[in-house]
């Protein structure tokens, strides 16, 4: 009978994306085992290109887990109590993660968090093993203007101009980031074939994002795409310091960022990120692409 792990992670594309080298890490520190990530189904497209998953359970937030008794239980997810309580439940031969473990600190960039928490336990994690493919440039420009939260939402005005000043560009977004995007794509007088916001699965956003040439956006999920597949992007950085959840430095990546810290869950857009100016953006899209 195979052994099992099972490792929490029920966040969304970026968080999922931030976990990769970790997930990868357990692949080869675990090569007899049989890996189950618990995240929610959505995500599901990723996992053949992450490489390191071999099944999936449809978990959203820190639980339950639908398990039962894996050998190793991971919590990728945060520093509990909930998410390691779930994990608890489904009764592990061995749980690994904070609290557990090592002592979460605040001021980690994300990824290596997760790495940092494997080492704890003797297991090598490459922070920098993000890749997902790379990216032949043939495609568009994606402006992608919505985020989770207010806080992180430069102005769609200000996001129209940028798609303006670009040469083939396509405005991207979910179903309920159409409105924002609809006034990107009008106020930068594209027609309405380069909205695509709303009529992408995920598995479509992939493919878009894989070829594309550009990607601008605020600090969301698509930032990490553009990561995973090495295009260049500029992103725009509001309550939250790209130290910490911003691209890695170099490889054609601009992280704009105006130094002030706020809450990331505001319903307002943040004083720092309208310090940001068009000018900045374009620039830096200018300077990322030649």
């Known amino acids: 009978m195979a052994l099992e792990l099972v490792a929490l992670r029920g966040l969304g594309l970026g968080d999922l994306l931030t976990a990769v080298p970790a997930l990868r890490a357990l692949r080869q520190a675990f090569p007899d085992h049989r890996i189950t990530l618990a995240a929610p189904r959505a995500l599901g497209a990723l996992l053949p290109l992450i490489g390191a998953v071999d099944d999936q359970v449809d978990v959203a937030g820190p639980g339950p887990v639908p398990f039962e008794r894996p050998d190793v239980a991971v919590n990728l997810h945060g520093k ?50 993000l890749t997902l493919g790379i990216s032949d440039r043939t495609g568009p420009a994606i402006v992608h203007p919505g985020a989770a939260y207010p806080a ?78 090495c295009v260049p992007s500029v992103v725009l950085f509001g309550p939250v310091s790209p130290m910490l959840w911003g691209p890695p430095p170099g490889w054609r990546h601009i992280a704009l960022w105006t130094g002030h810290h706020g809450d990331p869950h505001g319903e307002r857009p943040d004083p720092g990120l309208l310090e940001i100016e068009v000018s900045e953006v374009v620039e830096a899209a200018m300077e990322v692409t030649s």
């Open 80 to 129: 509990g109590p909930q998410s390691t309580e779930a994990l608890r439940r489904t009764r592990p031969g061995r749980l690994l993660g904070f609290g557990a473990g090592p002592e979460w600190q605040d001021g980690v960039h994300e990824v290596r968090r997760w790495c940092g928490l494997l080492e704890w336990y003797g297991i090598p994690a490459d922070p920098a093993d």
């Open 152 to 229: 992180r939402r430069w102005p769609p005005e200000r996001f129209a101009e940028v798609a303006a000043a670009l040469d083939d560009v396509v405005v991207t977004g979910n179903a309920a980031e159409v409105p924002i995007a609809t006034r990107v794509a009008e106020l930068a007088g594209l027609p309405p074939e380069r909205m695509l916001a709303g009529r992408t699965r995920l598995a479509d956003l992939i493919d878009l994002v894989s070829r594309a040439r550009l990607v601008v956006c605020g600090d969301t999920g698509v930032a990490h795409l553009a990561t995973a597949f």
